[in-house]
Structures are given as C-alpha cells and as structure tokens.
C-alpha cells in the first residue's frame, strides 16, 4: 500500500534502468508557472527555474508528477536509502497529498521552503529538516501526517495492522524503541483488532509521552484511552506478573 517512504512500501517500486538524472521526461503544465507560485524578482526567479527543472528530470510526462519511480530515482542520487523516514519527511514539508507522488506545486513549496534547487542541495537539507521535524510542536504534526498519508483510498479512515507496525517503527521506533516494540508485539499477536485509526494512533503518542514505561504506574483506564491501549496494558501486565 505505502511507496518506499517506509518499508511497506517496497513492493510498488520498480527502478528504471533507463531513467537519468537531468534529462526530463516531462513538460511544464500550462496550469501555473513559477511566477504563479513564488514572488517576483531576478534572483528568485533563476531559483524557481532550478527548482522547476529538477522537478521535470524526475517527473513522469503521462501524469505530469514525480511518481514513485522517479522517488526511487532521487532517492538513489541523493544516496539516501528510499525507506529513510527523512523522505517520508519531505512530503511532509511538501504537504503532499498523494501517497507516491509529488505534484508540482508542492515541490516548489517544499524546496522553496528548504532553500534547495540541486540535488545536492536537497541532500544537505534533508539533515536539518530532520532537526526541524523533532522539534515537538512539529514532530505531533508529522506524526498525524504519517498516518494521514498512507490513507490512500477515497473515504478510507484506517490502515491495517501489518502497515501500522512498519509505520510506527518508522515515525516513532527511534524515540520510543521500548513501547513501540511492545505494541508492535501486541498487535501482531492480538486477534480483535484488523486495523488501525487515526484516534488509536495519536493516543499511542500520547501514551508514549505521557505514561512511565515500563512500571505503568501511572495509567488509568478510567481516562480518556482507546480501548487498544487498555488491552495493550493488561497484556503488558499479564506479561510482566
């Protein structure tokens, strides 16, 4: 379901042995130019030019959008792993919408926002814009477009547990290795739940900001849990006696 920004995604990337960097094969949409989308001004138009034709060596003419195979394409120019979360966090900073794909508009947004108009720019970037995400006020707001990202179809509200596991090792293992490796044993193990909602997810973040781990001497299910996280703490309990 997901592209390479995490491990799920694997499946749905193919490498093309023929695609090359700097040679576009799109063209420009008629729908919105540079001048649109950024201020006026010599220097700033070069750079939205840059930015514009790095968009098209990597974008796909039918769709007029990086696809997930010109993702896998920049990802291995940059030399940055396609499962590293610090692509996920580039769509992030793009507020792309399209799991696999990025539009025009948000790569200029993205870019932009990063000062970044050559690959090795966008290289040196991704290093502080992994700074920027763990910043708490901005790193509860990538949490829920994680998951908000990986719903890819219309009216879908929930991901399944196979997902959610790689997910959550990938957006969170490397804050809260502890919890999130006993969730991630917990849902594979428990058989009442299928799948996974946004309020179940953001209370799993708050539970690990929130509750000492491993005593759990300050949980009380008689607060405002998911019924998820009860269970997940008596299992912890039974586990633990």
Known sequence: MLFSFSGLVVSKMRRSASKKTGQSNST???ASSATDFFPSGKASLKEMERIDNLFYSYSNRSSGM??????EVLCADMEVDHTDVRILMLAWKMRAEKQGYFALEEWRRGLK?????TVNKLK????ELGKEVMRPSNFVDFYSYAFRYCLTEEKQKSIDIESICQ?????????FHAQVDYFIEYLKIQNEYKVINLDQWMGFYRFCNEIKFPELSNYNAELAWPL?????VEWLLAKSS
């Open 167 to 175: 997910l959550l090792d990938l957006v969170l293992g490397s804050h």
């Open 66 to 71: 990086i696809d997930p195979e010109g993702i």
């Open 113 to 117: 926002a990063l000062r970044a108009d």
């Open 228 to 232: 998820i996280l009860d269970n997940f």
């Open 124 to 127: 040196k970037a991704l290093h």
């Open 28 to 30: 420009p949409p008629t």
